[in-house]
């Protein structure tokens, strides 16, 4: 296998898969054929938090840090039941609160922070979610991911939230080689056409859940890895099925032994 990366970030070098043609593709080639591959298979995808206005949106994502979507969406359902606006939560004591979040991860900040928001909105912005993202950054609890999904779930807004698992696929798909989330999120802005951030940051989402497993990667019958991934990725999985193809043989060897 002779895969090369040129200098240049902007371009990858695929060459030498069994499946594929040498060929240069610049990091929009792929973001293009990637997109396509994207609205094939999710062409319409939901928000999977359940939500009814950019409150309880703002509230669910918030919620949603460390814990999975559907843990979210099954304590949101007495939670927003208690309180859907920000006045009304504001009154909730925050011990009710953190009863009926309890069952997420990092309940007892997230309760106090999702109090103190509710307050904030209240006080600020006269009860309203603003549609800007410096304000929603600077609400106790609203990081700038959290303040991306409102500014584009909740309003329409170009954004294009980047959390861990985009940052892994878009540096295992070759677009971007970013070391922060911050980074990775400017690389995709560059490489995907302005209209399809909402869709894309979910569609990436989905692909992610449904078919990336933490172990066992087979880039040769992936979708997108199996022409896409970048030189580095390529190497480090040869070299991980090696190793399990070693130790492999070395147990064979000492069952064979006993
Ligand atoms: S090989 Fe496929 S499944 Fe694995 S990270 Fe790449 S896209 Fe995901």
Redesign the pocket.
């Known amino acids: 296998m002779s895969t090369k990366r040129l200098r240049s970030p902007r371009f990858v070098l695929i060459s030498t898969w069994p499946w594929g043609h040498p060929s240069f593709m610049t990091r929009a080639e792929k973001a293009k054929r990637i997109g396509e591959i994207l609205d094939e298979l999710y062409p319409q995808p939901p928000i999977p938090l359940r939500h009814e206005n950019p409150f309880t949106l703002l509230i669910a994502v918030m919620l949603s840090a460390q814990t999975t979507d559907k843990k979210v969406n099954e304590v949101t359902k007495n939670l927003f039941a208690a309180a859907s606006e920000p006045s009304a939560m504001a009154k909730l004591p925050e011990a009710s609160i953190l009863e009926m979040i309890r069952t997420v991860g990092l309940a007892p900040t997230k309760a106090r922070n999702v109090r103190r928001t509710s307050e904030l909105l209240v006080e600020r912005h006269g009860g309203d979610v603003p549609k800007n993202l410096e304000q929603l950054e600077a609400l106790p609890g609203v990081g700038h991911k959290t303040a991306s999904v409102v500014m584009c779930q909740a309003f329409g807004e170009p954004a294009f939230p980047v959390d861990t698992h985009i940052h892994r696929?878009a540096a295992?798909?070759g677009l971007s080689r970013g070391t922060n989330v911050k980074q990775t999120e400017a690389d995709l802005k560059k490489v995907f056409p302005r209209d399809t951030w909402i869709r894309r940051h979910l569609q990436i989402i989905y692909?992610?859940r449904d078919?990336?497993?933490a172990l066992g990667?087979?880039?040769s019958t992936?979708?997108?890895?199996g022409w896409a991934?970048s030189a580095k990725r390529i190497r480090e999985e040869a070299s991980k099925k090696h190793s399990r193809k070693r130790k492999g043989a070395r147990l064979q060897a000492t069952t064979q032994q006993r």
């Open positions: 696929l295992r798909w692909f992610g078919h990336c497993p990667h087979d880039l992936c979708r997108i890895c991934a």
